[in-house]
């Protein structure tokens, strides 16, 4: 369930435990433990977008379907605001990580 998503800047999806892995990583690279500390009680507190040393992360709604957090809306397939080309990509994706459920 983790992606780089698009936007106006690049933001790493993923569920809390995912991001919460991937601070982890920080730690190798030299960032400031307070720093990472901070971010890693925003993931816990239930924030949903956190910043960590110029990097994103959007944490996915853990009661939304595979189809919903892919789509960003709980419409799933059925949101309004999808192109033609996100929507094949969106499939694309659900695809991925309903294979990779199995």
């Given at each position: ?51 960590c040393a110029g990097?994103?992360?959007d944490v996915a709604a ?41």
């Amino acid at each position: 369930m983790n992606e780089q998503i698009e936007g106006a800047s690049m933001a790493f999806r993923g569920s809390e435990r995912q991001i919460l892995e991937r601070l982890d990583v920080f730690r190798l690279r030299g960032v400031h433990p307070e720093t990472i500390n901070a971010a890693v009680r925003q993931v816990k507190a239930g924030h949903s977008h956190i910043e960590c040393a110029g990097e994103r992360f959007d944490v996915a709604a853990p009661d939304w379907s595979i189809v919903q957090d892919v789509y960003g809306c709980d419409k799933g397939r059925d949101c309004l605001d999808v192109s033609k080309g996100q929507h094949e990509g969106f499939e694309a994706i659900i695809r991925a990580r309903t294979n990779a459920a199995r």
